[in-house]
């Protein structure tokens, strides 16, 4: 029987995720110095968090992972106190962007519902309201800006490896797909994930915004753990299909802004039926009110049904979006409507929570 060693129980406390996260709590650096005294094992943790749930379910999973473990007789979780925990957290590099004001994350947990038609017209709906706004592509492996945008255009990088962003409809875009056709520049050696998005979030010249779109990849990884970790996130809109609403990934997507402390501003139902181009008659092809219906299950608005349009997708295909190909279309209308309750939302949030507040 292999001996009792606090390698050992780093190695087995790796199969322990943080909640909501595909992310173990050893790689998350949240654990500290493991102490094997007489079969008793001690593991101090800094879960980065004051959440009683999160906290008992770490607690818990711990001591069933190592109660399996040969040799172990009473297992000892110790939870850094919050002072401790703020010090070296794993949330420590969490600071806002100079000049940027709001960060507003697009995400869903299934592929393909429109997170990035939906963040795009976002973003130009809220600069056609007089916002300054700038437009992040965290999904690096399958970047859709530059398309979705029409530019080809390279971010130039200073000297200094500062990035400045592409300038495109009035809007600050910055995209993995503005790097790829001529290889990766000596800045992105080693593409990974978590270094892209946080050279995106640190090394970029954002200059001053009032809204940083973050256009998210589907699902609950890297690129959102990153962003949560290293920036406080003003909230999270939630895309979602209407045949998709009942499944329960879509609260899953809820679930995990939740355990990072950062509020969802509600739900886009996007593909909500079918409008027939030549007759204009709407056809509910999925059925009608399932985002509502999620929407009243977790408490938070719905804040858009967007159609299936044809107009939609040519606008993502063609380089100009729907909101300045057709600003007075009847989608347009509704992305506009969108962008006037994120900010209301966003409005709503600052005035619950007036004082900066730390991640507790
Ligand atoms: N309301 C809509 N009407 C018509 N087509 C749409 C609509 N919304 C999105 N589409 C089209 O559906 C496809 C997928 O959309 P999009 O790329 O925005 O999804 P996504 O959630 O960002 O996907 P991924 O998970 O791959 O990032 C695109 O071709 C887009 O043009
Ligand atoms: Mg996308």
Same mark, same amino acid.
């Given at each position: 029987?292999? %001996?009792?060693?606090?390698?050992?129980?780093?190695?087995?406390?790796? *199969?322990?995720?943080?909640?909501?996260?595909?992310?173990?709590?050893?790689?998350?650096?949240?654990?500290?110095?493991?102490?094997?005294?007489?079969?008793?094992?001690?593991?101090?943790?800094?879960?980065?968090?004051? @959440?009683?749930?999160?906290?008992?379910?770490?607690?818990?999973?711990?001591?069933? !992972?190592?109660?399996?473990?040969?040799?172990?007789? @009473?297992?000892?979780?110790?939870?850094? +106190?919050?002072?401790?925990?703020?010090? +070296?957290?794993? #949330?420590?590099?969490?600071?806002?962007?100079?000049?940027?004001?709001?960060?507003?994350?697009?995400?869903?947990? @299934?592929?393909?519902?429109? @997170?990035?038609?939906?963040?795009?017209?976002?973003?130009?709906?809220?600069?056609?309201?007089?916002?300054?706004?700038?437009?992040?592509?965290?999904?690096?492996?399958?970047?859709?800006? =530059?398309?979705?945008?029409?530019?080809?255009?390279? =971010? *130039?990088?200073?000297?200094?490896?500062?990035?400045?962003?592409?300038?495109?409809?009035?809007?600050?875009?910055?995209?993995?797909?503005?790097?790829?056709?001529?290889?990766?520049?000596?800045?992105?050696?080693?593409?990974?994930?978590?270094?892209?998005?946080?050279?995106?979030?640190?090394?970029?010249? #954002?200059?001053?915004?009032?809204?940083?779109?973050?256009?998210?990849?589907?699902?609950?990884?890297?690129?959102?753990?990153?962003?949560?970790?290293?920036?406080?996130?003003?909230?999270?809109?939630? !895309?979602?299909? =209407?045949?998709?609403?009942?499944?329960?990934?879509?609260?899953?997507?809820?679930?995990?802004?939740?355990?990072?402390?950062?509020?969802?501003?509600?739900? !886009?139902?996007?593909?909500?039926?079918?409008?027939?181009?030549?007759? %204009?008659?709407?056809?509910?092809?999925?059925? %009608?009110?399932?985002?509502?219906?999620?929407?009243?299950?977790?408490?938070?608005?719905?804040?858009?049904?967007?159609?299936?349009?044809?107009?939609?997708? %040519?606008?993502?295909?063609?380089?100009?979006?729907?909101?300045?190909?057709?600003?007075?279309?009847?989608?347009? +209308?509704?992305?506009?409507?969108?962008?006037?309750?994120?900010?209301?939302?966003?409005?709503?949030?600052?005035?619950?929570?007036?004082?900066?507040?730390?991640? *507790?």
């Amino acid at each position: 029987m292999a %001996e009792l060693t606090p390698d050992r129980v780093r190695a087995a406390l790796r *199969s322990v995720l943080f909640p909501g996260f595909q992310r173990d709590i050893v790689q998350l650096g949240m654990l500290g110095d493991v102490v094997i005294e007489n079969g008793t094992v001690r593991v101090p943790l800094r879960p980065g968090t004051a @959440k009683p749930e999160i906290l008992r379910q770490l607690t818990a999973e711990i001591e069933a !992972v190592l109660g399996r473990e040969p040799g172990v007789a @009473k297992v000892d979780v110790r939870l850094a +106190r919050a002072e401790e925990s703020a010090r +070296r957290d794993p #949330w420590a590099a969490r600071a806002a962007l100079p000049g940027v004001a709001r960060i507003i994350a697009v995400a869903s947990t @299934k592929g393909g519902v429109g @997170k990035s038609t939906v963040a795009v017209n976002l973003a130009l709906a809220l600069a056609a309201r007089g916002q300054r706004v700038g437009l992040m592509d965290a999904d690096v492996y399958g970047p859709s800006l =530059p398309i979705m945008l029409g530019t080809e255009e390279r =971010p *130039s990088v200073t000297p200094s490896r500062r990035i400045h962003p592409v300038q495109r409809y009035g809007i600050a875009c910055m995209s993995m797909g503005f790097f790829l056709d001529e290889g990766s520049p000596v800045i992105w050696r080693g593409p990974i994930v978590m270094g892209i998005v946080r050279q995106f979030l640190r090394d970029v010249e #954002w200059g001053a915004l009032d809204c940083l779109i973050v256009d998210m990849p589907p699902g609950t990884g890297d690129a959102q753990l990153t962003l949560v970790q290293q920036v406080p996130v003003t909230g999270g809109v939630i !895309v979602t299909t =209407p045949q998709d609403v009942a499944l329960l990934d879509v609260g899953r997507g809820m679930a995990m802004f939740a355990q990072v402390n950062t509020p969802v501003l509600g739900v !886009v139902e996007n593909m909500s039926g079918y409008v027939c181009p030549r007759c %204009e008659t709407f056809d509910p092809i999925f059925g %009608e009110g399932g985002a509502r219906g999620l929407a009243e299950r977790f408490g938070v608005p719905l804040l858009a049904s967007i159609p299936l349009v044809p107009a939609v997708r %040519e606008g993502g295909d063609g380089g100009r979006p729907v909101v300045l190909a057709d600003p007075d279309g009847p989608v347009s +209308r509704l992305f506009q409507q969108l962008a006037q309750r994120v900010m209301a939302a966003v409005d709503q949030l600052a005035e619950q929570a007036p004082a900066a507040s730390p991640p *507790s």
